[in-house]
């Protein structure tokens, strides 16, 4: 269920569906923010240096997959408070304005 190759961990889906059923709101959110930062981190697309291109486009299949989950998310937050803080949307609405300029 979980695997670490070249320093790179990896956790099987059913594992993380799990771990993510078992939090509340606030977890979930703290979760999704850690996860926003990291790709923020990882995210290094220059679009005059094609050497940031390939690594870029693996980084993006990760920005997709979480802005996916945090649109179906948000409408489900039933305490406002716990949401997602404004520093991380603004990350992640960073992260895939960057990602369209990947795309063009």
């Known amino acids: ?5 070249h320093r790179v961990g990896s956790m099987h ?14 977890q979930t959110a703290q979760s999704l923010s850690c ?6 981190a990882m995210w290094g697309f220059d679009p ?7 690594e870029s486009g693996h980084t993006w299949e990760h920005v997709k997959t979480v802005g996916r989950h945090v ?8 305490n406002k408070a716990s949401c997602l803080p404004l520093a991380s949307m603004r990350m992640l609405a960073h992260l895939l ?3 369209a300029l990947y795309m063009s």
Not at 71 to 78: E, G, I, V, Y
């Open 1 to 5: 269920l979980l695997a670490v190759r």
């Open 13 to 26: 889906r059913l594992l993380q569906q799990f771990l993510r059923a078992l939090q509340n709101e606030e």
């Open 35 to 40: 996860c926003i930062s990291a790709l923020q």
């Open 48 to 54: 005059a240096d094609t050497t940031t291109w390939a």
């Open 71 to 78: 649109d179906w998310l948000l409408p489900s937050f039933k």
């Open 97 to 99: 304005t960057e990602g």
